[in-house]
């Protein structure tokens, strides 16, 4: 809760005391949230300094329905976000579907959905972002101000140069409800040309597509889903409960149509952190009957991190294909084909969206208003015999040929000076030398390479 006087004077207060712990700490910290990292790591991460607990920055301050704008703290998940915004008929342009992510960590990461083709990232939403930097500072970073620079570089930078305490977003227009619709095909020349076309459609809000591999020679499965925003009057089917009835990717695997309320579409992978939570018994009556506390992506990531903890592993043969990846669309093809033919799946999907910016983040250098194509993995997959991590070490190397980019939220195993030519090195050492020269925080290659 705000203290008296209102979220905006709350923020004020909060960051009162939260300069008081840094100069406590000596003003070596690193973030403590309970919410869901923009990292995740095949292996646990090193941390060093004093731990500051953020979690306090999680409120929304105010709507301004007039400007489509949203006034709302850092460590603010998106579901308080959409629970906030939906009621009031708007959404943030870019809602990852995961429900315990924060806006600040999408924000500093590379967050993606399904309208990335309209609306770019997560960060492309920012007007403006109060940053808490590595010497204990804090300051308003916009695209014209003083700070400009560190406000485009504030994707893909994790955190190295400060963390979001408060931001001004921007919202789109919302309705209750959504209306999906899947076509099939067994073609990727065929269905990745109908996924443009889609793309560039105006009427449609959110393109997706759910790609199978064949099994034994067969054709691949290859889905297009589009979906667009409903009033409630709308005829249509009613709602398809994807929390405690039907599994998601299963049920969007099938041509047709379905209707889903509005928050339940955008965390549609959230209650089965896409397809990783089983099929057995105990697991359906997970669904059917457990506490929504233990049905979201959150609990699953803890119970992981308990499992590892414990030293319990998993003995199943397979090892962690948690990725996604980036070419322009030219070579969307030769991506998808190559990644159908050389990494088993076990029957589980891969996943894409499409991505157009207008403008390049500093540390994430890709090419502005041309068409891209995402193609995520979500999974454990069988092992090659080749080493480990083979599959993310196969897939990374065929993007980069491409000429595409990989995203840095899980493992990488890049070296420094290929690092360096991917994401900007030059201008990473430039904004650290600015913004963190005592080295207070760790590089971009640090964070997301070796674990730091």
């Given amino acids: 809760m705000s203290p008296d006087g209102g979220p905006r004077e709350g923020f004020e207060a909060k960051k009162a005391a939260l300069r008081e712990r840094i100069a406590a700490a000596g003003g070596r910290f690193h973030l403590r949230k309970r919410t869901a990292s923009n990292l995740f790591r095949y292996a646990p991460r090193k941390r060093s300094g004093v731990p500051v607990d953020l979690g306090a920055f999680r409120e929304v301050i105010s709507l301004d329905a007039a400007t489509r704008t949203l006034d709302v703290e850092g460590l603010a998940t998106f579901e308080s976000i959409v629970d906030y915004t939906l009621p009031r008929g708007f959404a943030p342009l870019v809602t990852p579907e995961l429900k315990h992510i924060t806006l600040g960590g999408a924000s500093v990461g590379i967050g993606i959905e399904s309208n990335c083709h309209k609306h770019g990232f997560v960060h492309d939403m920012l007007l403006e972002a109060e940053v808490l930097l590595p010497d204990g500072r804090i300051v308003v970073a916009t695209a014209d101000n003083e700070f400009s620079d560190l406000f485009r570089a504030l994707g893909n930078s994790y955190g190295t140069l400060g963390y979001i305490l408060r931001a001004k977003i921007r919202l789109m227009p919302a309705k209750p409800l959504v209306r999906l619709r899947t076509t099939e095909y067994a073609d990727t020349a065929a269905f990745l040309d109908a996924t443009r076309v889609a793309s560039e459609d105006p009427s449609i809000d959110f393109v997706e597509t759910l790609m199978y591999a064949g099994e034994k020679g067969a054709l691949p499965r ?10 409630a009057a709308t005829p249509g089917p009613v709602p398809t409960d994807i929390v405690r009835r039907q599994v998601f990717y299963k049920r969007a695997s099938l041509p047709g149509e379905m209707r889903l309320k509005a928050k339940d579409y955008l965390f549609r992978y959230d209650p089965e952190w896409f397809w990783n939570i089983p099929e057995s018994l105990p697991y359906r009556l997970l669904r059917r009957f457990a506490p929504l506390s233990m049905r979201h992506s959150g609990f699953y990531k803890r119970w992981l991190h308990w499992q590892e903890r414990m030293g319990i592993e998993q003995k199943d043969g397979k090892e962690l294909l948690i990725q996604d990846w980036e070419v322009p669309w030219d070579k969307a093809q030769e991506l998808l084909d190559f990644a159908l033919r050389e990494v088993d799946l076990d029957g589980k999907p891969w996943l894409s969206i499409e991505l157009r910016v207008e403008s390049s983040p500093t540390f994430y250098p890709i090419r502005p208003g041309i068409l891209y194509f995402n193609l ?6 069988r092992k090659s015999g080749a080493g480990d991590f083979h599959a993310t070490r196969l ?10 980019i990989k995203m840095l939220y899980s493992s990488s195993f890049m070296d420094e000076a290929e690092f360096d030519r991917v994401y900007n090195g030059q201008a990473q050492r430039a904004l650290k030398a600015k913004y963190d020269p005592e080295g207070r925080f760790p590089t971009l290659y640090q964070k997301c390479v070796r674990g730091r």
């Fill in 222 to 231: 290859l889905l297009l889903i589009t979906s667009r925003y409903e009033d």
């Fill in 395 to 404: 897939l990374d190397r065929k993007c980069l040929d491409l000429g595409g």
């Fill in 376 to 381: 995520g993995c979500y999974c454990r997959v």
